[in-house]
């Protein structure tokens, strides 16, 4: 009774593939429209502007009078922790957060026109004072980077260490050397998120950044398939059933396989299980869609296939040898191909002219 209700079948739960494909499209992946991609790159901009002077940066100075004559040679001076610097017979200047123009500007004040009518003033910056974090992960050459004041946040950070690496997910967690139990983990394909990153506290000494690399697109295929077992392949390619399926060595060719389960985690943790007729996708009536990554894909046991298992194991041809056949194994086959057709016989089907029935044992 148990092998008649597990080659009849029972009450299949597995959802239609044009159900599942329906419930994909009714979930699409959200992606960030033009209007907010272009808020993102301008908030980025603003963050990329010019370089502000901080405590320890050293300016090198340069002042020239109405003739175009240096007024006195080249002046190095360094920001000092309160964001000032002394200049000679001008005094204390404040140049805290300041562009290099605005120092221009101010050291010009300084000595305009208390100490000299008119002047000219170059400012350049000689070295910035670094704040060194490490970036690790899926970056192009991770290791200690140093990053300038303006710098000291987690997107110049993975740009020093050469950019994420086509494995990262877009995934990054940040672990403050001062805080460890600070660590913060982002998005960065997200538009809220990645705001959010422009906004973090400034990046210090020691702070680890680690870009997360993306998991493998790993497939796992099973059941009636020559090759069973896990399939990996590097992140963001995409494999369709079919390919999958090549991949496995194919379909078994001795029990004819031709029915599928596909086994999906959905975001709410429940698993999917879609029924998939293998022979209409390979004739490309059911669509060839793509597996995602963890997806299962199982070619389970039918009622035909292990019918044809069982023809596989009874009946044997030997060249100028008797053939000799398990009559109960005809009317089992016969019972089994009745259930499942509903008219007809295997005996018919496979041996219409009666050659398998008339070797049998009498």
């Known amino acids: 009774m148990a092998s008649g209700v597990g080659i009849g079948g029972c009450s299949d739960h597995r959802m239609s593939l044009g159900e599942f494909l329906d419930t994909q499209r009714r979930s699409p992946v959200q992606r960030p429209d033009a ?34 004559t240096a007024l006195f040679p080249p002046l190095a001076v360094r920001v000092d922790r309160e964001g000032t610097i002394e200049l000679p017979a001008a005094g204390v200047v404040k140049v805290l957060d ?5 120092v221009e500007d101010a050291v010009k004040r300084a000595y ?44 110049f950070a993975i740009a020093a260490a050469g950019g994420a690496s086509e494995s990262a997910s877009g995934y990054a967690t940040i672990r403050r050397l001062r805080d460890p139990g600070q660590e913060l983990t982002l998005n960065l394909r997200d538009p809220v998120q990645l705001r959010a990153a422009l906004t973090l506290d400034p990046l210090e000494h020691g702070d680890i950044v680690t870009v997360h690399a993306a998991m493998p697109n790993e497939i796992f295929v099973g059941g009636l398939v020559n090759v069973a077992g896990r399939q990996a392949y590097p992140p963001g390619v995409d494999m369709t059933v079919l390919q999958v399926l090549a991949a496995a060595g194919g379909l078994r060719t001795d029990v004819f396989p031709s029915e599928g389960t596909l086994v999906r985690r959905l975001p709410n943790g429940q698993d999917a299980h879609v029924k998939l007729d293998l022979n209409r996708i390979a004739r490309g009536d059911d669509p060839n869609f793509m597996l995602a990554a963890g997806d299962i894909l199982w070619v389970p046991e039918t009622a035909g296939t292990r019918i044809w298992d069982f023809v596989n194991r009874s009946v044997f041809f030997r060249f100028g040898a008797t053939v000799t056949y398990n009559v109960t194994g005809i009317d089992f086959m016969n019972s089994a191909a009745r259930s499942r057709t509903g008219s007809g016989t295997l005996e018919n089907s496979i041996d219409p002219i009666g050659f398998l029935s008339n070797s049998a044992p009498r």
């Open 35 to 68: 209007a907010e991609q272009q808020r993102i790159v301008t908030e980025l901009g603003r963050f990329i502007g010019d370089y502000r002077v901080g405590p320890s940066d050293e300016l090198a100075i340069v002042l020239h009078g109405a003739n175009g």
């Open 98 to 102: 300041m562009p290099l123009e605005d």
């Open 112 to 155: 305009i026109p208390g100490v000299y009518r008119e002047a000219t003033c170059f400012v350049t910056l000689v070295t910035a004072e670094p704040t060194n974090v490490f970036v690790i992960g899926a970056v192009a050459t991770p290791g200690l980077v140093p990053l300038r004041r303006t710098e000291r946040n987690l997107l």
